[in-house]
């Protein structure tokens, strides 16, 4: 168990929907970081914030958006869903904001779009 | 575009022999490379890692190999046991942008 939790585990909807995927990251890490997974692809770096300000963009569709709260909760925010948003979505979580701090995943929310 | 590439979907290895896990990437920025394990329905696990200053990092039975020349990343499982059946990813980073390949399925044969 790394610690980090992600909520919810599976998700089913259709498109053109929007849904909230949420992490909480491990107790006192600062860092959360959001990947995509679809299928027969690596993980696909989206975003970091850090201590609740955006640290880092990567290939973030700008139909997803993503915040960390003052608790350092995090919540990826996904709209207009389309059938190739499905994909599995790790956040993971780091002490600080540095990329060679290790990162503790957790264990994924699968979305299905229909 | 695939920055960090896995050529092999899959490797299978006799149990005790040498795990090789190779990694090739393209972008000369990087500056730290890191091999996440994963089973199945659980979270990538950091595995080891290393700086683009060295060559060679060690932890117990995993040895990561860096070959900045031929752009190259190498992961050696010594010995093999069935407990390091799951996937391999590695991964790249500079300036807070991270690459992931798209794994390698091991399979430890008893």
């Known amino acids: 168990d790394s610690g980090v939790t992600q909520t919810p585990k599976h998700l089913i909807t259709a498109t053109g929907q929007r849904v909230t995927l949420r992490c909480s990251p491990r107790s006192g890490d600062l860092s959360v970081y959001w990947y995509q997974q679809s299928l027969d692809q690596g993980l696909q770096f989206l975003i970091q914030?850090?201590?609740?300000?955006?640290?880092a963009k990567g290939n973030i569709l700008e139909r997803f958006s993503a915040q960390q709260f003052p608790d350092l909760h995090s919540e990826l925010n996904l709209s207009s869903l389309e059938l190739g948003d499905s994909a599995l979505y790790f956040c993971a979580s780091s002490p600080l904001a540095s990329s060679t701090d290790t990162q503790y995943f957790g264990p994924g929310t699968r979305l299905t779009v229909l | 575009d695939q920055q960090v590439k896995q050529n092999s979907p899959s490797l299978s290895v006799q149990e005790g022999r040498i795990s090789i896990l190779n990694c090739d990437y393209t972008n000369s920025m990087f500056d730290y490379f890191l091999w996440y394990k994963k089973y199945p329905a659980e979270g990538p696990t950091f595995l080891i890692s290393i700086s683009s200053i060295k060559d060679k990092n060690e932890d117990g039975r995993f040895t990561v190999f860096l070959n900045k020349s031929a752009k190259h990343l190498s992961l050696h499982i010594v010995p093999s046991q069935p407990g390091d059946s799951a996937v391999y990813f590695c991964?790249?980073?500079?300036?807070?942008?991270?690459?992931f390949g798209t794994g390698t399925s091991l399979t430890v044969i008893p």
């Open positions: 914030y850090y201590n609740g300000e955006e640290r």
């Open positions: 991964a790249a980073s500079y300036g807070n942008q991270f690459y």
